[in-house]
């Protein structure tokens, strides 16, 4: 594979960022695309078996969150020290991430372990859906273990300019999924394959089988992921160096005051989602399966946003490791525009399709029409939440995770959260009214964000490697 030099400055800015973006867009958006088939799955079951998983939803989205501010702090450290020419440290780097992820993996695992169970309890869960969601629970908690080793050395691979083979194993992964899905999900039945009958033997697991199709997937895939890591030209990983007699202290403590900042983020919004889901279980099953799935169908939106946010840090980190201001200015740029063009454009597609997209997930009338009408709320303000992701990823580039801390909990905790509350439990907006909520909350990012880009003084900071 033939390696992108993010620091050649005779080739185009935007042919680079679009060289680097396209494969985690790609990968994004089949990520949403098999997450909508694997939700459709799940949400033939009904409406109990949605709302089982939705009540898992925020725990994992944190999870996921804590791994992926540990992957950014140590990717950039190797994106700086690759743009500075200084290889030996960046391969230290990547160790040492390695070695983090392993340990944390496991810390989550053994917590999961105590507070999976109580969660339905937690969040005031109607007790039909109780079981199932703990079911799934329990089998996605042994998946945090592979999957922290596997968005870390995804994050190692993007921060070198390598984002095909995250790409590539990520499709596969996927498919597993859905593979192990047809056949743990549902019953047997038979089939009528090329005008023969054949009797398709299936488990019959419900809940619990799409959460160990997604186990299964990702520990193959994390598995895959380090042995082709072990074998890149780029870095020098070596898993004789993760000894935790033998750490790199230096390098930890600055990939964590990169990562703090965005974990703190990512756990500020995910309790502040959990309150939310808190409030809207309050409204009953349909209101609360028609939250989850309006949440699922909107994230096709942000998907390709996030892959250029991907994109605008690790070309940030680089240019400002190798000294280059006017170049990360114009990464910084030119992503941003594409970016928010890029949300915009699916905003539009939100709202038009809106129906189709909620139908997608399930037959359920109800369900689909008040998640359609959430997801047109939700559209109007997808550039300023595009704004806000590009500044973000920007933002982190050049080593600077504490502010768009700092906005998250100004939108989640002053102004979503409060209005949420009033307009579910004081107004007759009900379930619309925490999505106004949502609405304003990203709005007030997006603006804020752009404030902070538009004055451009992070590109001045000390660079951290």
């Not at 390695?98 to 109607?126: E, K, S, Y």
């Not at 042995?227 to 780029?234: A, P, S, V």
């Not at 995770?401 to 989640?412: A, L, Q």
Request: glycine fraction near 6%; charge should be positive; charged fraction near 10%.
């Amino acid at each position: 594979m033939q390696k992108l030099d993010l620091l050649d400055e005779n080739q185009a800015v935007t042919k680079t960022i679009l060289l680097l973006a396209w494969p985690t867009i790609a990968e994004q958006v089949l990520l949403t695309f098999v997450n909508y088939i694997d939700t459709a799955m799940v949400g033939s079951l009904g409406a109990v078996a949605t709302a089982a998983i939705s009540i898992n939803a925020s725990t994992i989205w944190l999870v996921n969150g804590l791994l992926s501010s540990l992957a950014i702090g140590f990717g950039v450290l190797v994106s700086k020290n690759i743009g500075a020419k200084n290889f030996d440290r960046a391969s230290s780097s990547a160790n040492q991430g390695l070695f983090a992820a392993a340990f944390f993996g496991l810390c989550i695992f053994f917590m999961m372990l105590f507070v999976g169970p109580r969660l339905p309890f937690w969040l005031n869960a109607d007790e039909s859906v109780i079981l199932g969601s703990q079911e799934y629970i329990k089998w996605i908690t042994i998946a945090f273990i592979p999957q922290s080793l596997m968005i870390m050395s995804s994050g190692i691979f993007r921060a070198v300019g390598n984002t095909k083979t995250p790409f590539i194993v990520n499709i596969l992964n996927n498919f597993i999924n859905v593979f192990l899905n047809i056949f743990l999900i549902f019953p047997s039945r038979e089939m009528t394959i090329f005008n023969t009958n054949v009797y398709l033997k299936r488990a019959n697991l419900g809940v619990k089988g799409a959460a160990i199709a997604t186990c299964v997937s990702i520990s193959i895939s994390a598995l895959i992921m380090i042995i082709l890591l072990l074998k890149n030209k780029d870095l020098t990983i070596n898993l004789k160096k993760l000894n935790p007699l033998k750490m790199n202290w230096d390098i930890n403590k600055k990939a964590s005051i990169l990562a703090l900042p965005n974990a703190f983020e990512r756990l500020s919004l995910t309790i502040g989602q959990i309150f939310l889901t808190a409030i809207v279980a309050n409204l009953g099953t349909t209101a609360l399966a028609a939250h989850y799935l309006a949440i699922q169908a909107e994230s096709i939106t942000y998907m390709p946003t996030f892959g250029f946010a991907s994109a605008a840090t690790t070309l940030v980190a680089q240019a400002l490791g190798g000294s280059k201001k006017e170049l990360a200015k114009k990464y910084a740029r030119n992503s941003l525009i594409m970016g928010t063009t890029v949300m915009s454009i699916a905003g539009i597609f939100l709202f038009i399709f809106s129906t189709n997209l909620v139908g997608f997930f399930t037959n359920d009338l109800q369900v689909i029409t008040s998640g359609s009408h959430l997801l047109r709320i939700v559209a109007i303000c997808e550039p300023f939440f595009g704004l806000s992701m590009m500044v973000f990823g920007i933002l982190r580039g050049s080593g600077d995770t504490k502010r768009p801390f700092v906005i998250s909990i100004i939108g989640m905790w002053i102004v979503r959260l409060p209005l949420a509350y009033y307009f579910v439990n004081y107004t007759e907006f009900a379930l619309n009214g925490a999505w106004v909520a949502m609405t304003l909350d990203l709005t007030v990012r997006g603006l804020v964000s752009y404030a902070i880009f538009k004055k451009g003084k992070f590109f001045d900071r000390e660079s951290v490697i």
